[in-house]
């Protein structure tokens, strides 16, 4: 059977880029009726030193920002992973069939490790972590954005090794990437780079939240480069290319026609052009936010709910994972 797992990291806001690359698809599976499990991975969010008052607030947040987004916990299941222990223990099997080769050559790894004197081990076996995650709800598909594929490749080859190891036990996780979407959602200032929560620039990204007047601003700011004409060129004119797709995305037009319909502006009027498509778009979703972020007892029983459900799923597969490995017992 199929099914759908993904999640998101609690840290700080959603922005364009997860919503464009992730989010929406989720909430689009979720009304194709299909079988969707979507997780606040906090445990992922504790790999660099945080605070915990605002880990803490941040899954409330998130909850009422993914709900705000469109996801409906009547036909999603949404939970927080850490009230659900057998990720960890599900990550330590997997662990055990990791080699450190593998993990050292995972480019986020890579990336975030160069920045740091002291490397924390949780950092490196993060993508483990993940595909514990993805494993233990024995999912078929993962809605993520492209920056997420070699994780999902990495989960792919633990379900691969664990099966010819222990007997078939995971179906093979495939990711579905938004196809509009193969290039990621580039940060504002720094078209080089994806939008990130992690970048110190709020600039840089257009966060769900912003009110009207910040996420105009910070189009009109946006990196362009000194031609006015609209075209679509991702490896010469990434900042331009980065706004149309953008609007590609939001409006479900191919990059062609857009640039044929917006033929005539220049890069100047085109950024009002897609502001003014992105505040259209998050509106709603702010206004939604805000009512929901008031009734904190209510994001609690959410989360509550969907622990409950996501437990059932998760203990049938870790059985079945004792069982194999010779962790049975009558206790
Ligand atoms: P996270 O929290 O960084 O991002 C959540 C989702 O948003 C996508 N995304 C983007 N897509 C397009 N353009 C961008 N600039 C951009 N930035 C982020 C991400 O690809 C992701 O789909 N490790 C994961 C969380 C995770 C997970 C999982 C995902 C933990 N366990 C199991 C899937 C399945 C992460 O840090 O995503």
């Known amino acids: 059977p199929k099914r759908i797992f993904s999640g998101i990291q609690p840290t700080g806001n959603l922005h364009l880029g997860n919503y464009l690359g992730a989010i929406h698809k989720w909430t689009q599976l979720q009304d194709n009726g299909e079988n969707v499990v979507f997780s606040i991975v906090d445990m992922h969010s504790i790999t660099l030193p945080h605070d915990p008052k605002e880990l803490n607030d941040n899954v409330l947040k998130m909850t009422a920002t993914l709900l705000a987004c469109g996801i409906d916990p009547k036909k999603s299941i949404l939970f927080q992973q850490s009230t659900i222990a057998m990720h960890v223990q599900l990550c330590w099997v997997l662990g055990c069939i990791t080699t450190l080769a593998r993990l050292g050559h995972l480019p986020q790894f890579k990336e975030k490790s160069q920045t740091l004197k002291n490397v924390p081990l949780g950092l490196y076996i993060y993508p483990v972590l993940q595909a514990a995650d993805i494993l233990l709800y024995k999912a078929t598909h993962v809605p993520v954005g492209q920056d997420q594929v070699q994780h999902i490749q990495l989960a792919q080859d633990l379900a ?118 992105v505040i259209e778009k998050l509106t709603p979703i702010r206004e939604e936010f805000s009512r929901l972020i008031k009734e904190p007892a209510y994001l609690q029983e959410v989360l509550k709910n969907g622990r409950e459900k996501a437990t059932e799923i998760a203990s049938d597969c870790w059985y079945e994972v004792q069982h194999k490995i010779g962790f049975e017992n009558d206790i």
């Open 160 to 277: 691969f090794k664990f099966n010819r190891t222990y007997g078939d036990t995971f179906p093979m996780p495939r990711s579905l990437v938004n196809e509009n979407a193969s290039q990621r959602i580039k940060s504002l200032r720094d078209p080089s780079k994806k939008m990130s929560k992690s970048s110190k620039d709020s600039k840089s990204r257009l966060d769900i939240l912003d009110r009207p007047d910040e996420l105009m601003e910070k189009i009109k700011k946006a990196v362009t480069d000194c031609t006015s004409e609209v075209t679509y060129e991702p490896e010469e004119r990434p900042g331009v290319a980065n706004l149309i797709s953008i609007h590609s995305m939001l409006t479900g037009k191919s990059p062609d026609q857009i640039c044929s319909e917006v033929e005539g502006l220049n890069t100047g009027k085109y950024k009002l052009v897609v502001a003014d498509l």
